[in-house]
């Protein structure tokens, strides 16, 4: 009776949305774990850049302190915010590292470097496994017969990523070249 009323298809979406969710942790912790090592190789060029160094460091820890539940949007959005705190302050290292010539030369900040950036791609690929995973669980439990189901058993819609600056990221950027006339936007 349960399988006829959507229970058994709830519990594997529901363990879907847990692995997916599992996998983006696994590679944000990767992009964590790549920080120390950049972050000792560009110190080894630029020393003087340590309020950079800091803020990496501290973006970091923020990081590693959250406790994240899949199925709490406020914590969802707190690790959201730590995450995006720790990517600004990691472009701001490798902005650093454009003013170091020999940094950019040398073969362990470029191998660091190829690293962060497929992780970073890896990190995109895995928040879209994972919001297609909550669209297909949040769309089943709203489905009837299958709504009456969720409700009986507690089941909720999972919250999913959100952009925090939707309004800014919707207007072209405005590039200027020094010549007072900014383009596009």
């Keep these: 009776m349960?399988?006829?009323?959507?229970?058994?298809?709830?519990q594997q979406k529901d363990e879907a949305v847990a692995a997916a969710w599992s996998?983006?942790?696994?590679?944000?912790?990767?992009?964590?774990?790549?920080?120390?090592?950049?972050?000792?190789?560009?110190?080894?060029?630029?020393?003087?850049?340590?309020?950079?160094?800091?803020r990496v460091t501290e973006a970091r820890a923020r990081v590693g302190s959250i406790n994240v539940d899949a199925g709490d949007p406020a914590s969802i959005e707190q690790f959201q915010q730590a995450q995006g705190q720790?990517?600004?302050a990691i472009g701001r290292l490798l902005l650093v590292s454009e003013n170091y010539p020999q940094?950019?030369?040398?073969q362990n900040f470029l191998q660091l470097q190829a690293q962060l950036e497929g992780t970073e791609n890896r990190i995109s690929v895995e928040r879209q496994r994972y919001i297609q995973a909550v669209?297909?669980?949040?769309?089943?439990?709203?489905q009837f017969p299958v709504n009456l189901t969720?409700?009986?058993?507690?089941?909720?819609?999972?919250?999913?990523f959100s952009v925090e600056n939707e309004a800014q990221i919707q207007q072209a950027p405005a590039v200027d070249f020094g010549d007072d006339a900014p383009v596009g936007g």
């Design 103 to 106: 940094l950019k030369a040398d």
């Design 135 to 142: 669209q297909d669980y949040n769309t089943y439990i709203r």
């Design 150 to 160: 969720a409700m009986v058993f507690g089941y909720e819609p999972k919250p999913n």
């Design 86 to 88: 720790l990517q600004s």
């Design 2 to 10: 349960l399988s006829g009323c959507g229970y058994n298809t709830i």
């Design 23 to 54: 996998q983006v942790l696994n590679v944000y912790k990767r992009r964590a774990d790549l920080v120390p090592n950049l972050v000792a190789t560009v110190k080894g060029y630029a020393a003087h850049e340590e309020e950079v160094f800091t």
